[in-house]
């Protein structure tokens, strides 16, 4: 089990960037993969990005590609998930989630918040129009 702490949020303008970091402590955290999620106001959490437990496969739902990355760093025990133009409809409260995976290179349905058994509280992103 890894405990899960989420920051980087804010208020941010259309068009301009966040860095969200998620840092991690409890259980090896090089055995987990990452995901981040979002939940808007009155609609379902959904799926970001996923990075594997070595960092080199990574999964993007289609309406961030080309504008988010997810990244972590082993050695610190952080994923980081580096937004860029923004958007209004971006704005949600953002969560990391752990999978203790069994592939190291790989990520495997890594959109199903199923999957995660470890969850942070989230951090607020608001992009303002």
């Known amino acids: 089990q890894v405990q899960l702490v989420e920051s980087g949020g804010g208020l941010v303008q259309a068009g301009g960037s966040l860095r969200l970091s998620c840092a991690a402590s409890?259980?090896?955290?090089?055995?987990?993969?990452v995901a981040w999620f979002r939940q808007a106001p009155g609609n379902d959490r959904e799926f970001v990005a996923a990075v594997s437990r070595s960092g080199g496969a990574t999964n993007y739902a289609d309406l961030v590609k080309g504008r988010f990355t997810i990244s972590r760093d082993n050695t610190k025990n952080t994923v980081a998930l580096q937004m860029n133009s923004l958007k209004p409809e971006d704005t949600a409260v953002y969560s990391c989630?752990?999978?203790?995976?069994?592939?190291?290179?790989?990520?495997?349905?890594?959109?199903?918040?199923?999957?995660?058994?470890?969850w942070g509280q989230g951090t607020q992103v608001t992009v303002s129009s």
């Open positions: 409890g259980d090896t955290f090089s055995n987990y993969a």
């Open positions: 989630a752990a999978e203790r995976s069994l592939f190291y290179n790989s990520l495997i349905a890594s959109e199903h918040e199923a999957k995660y058994a470890d």
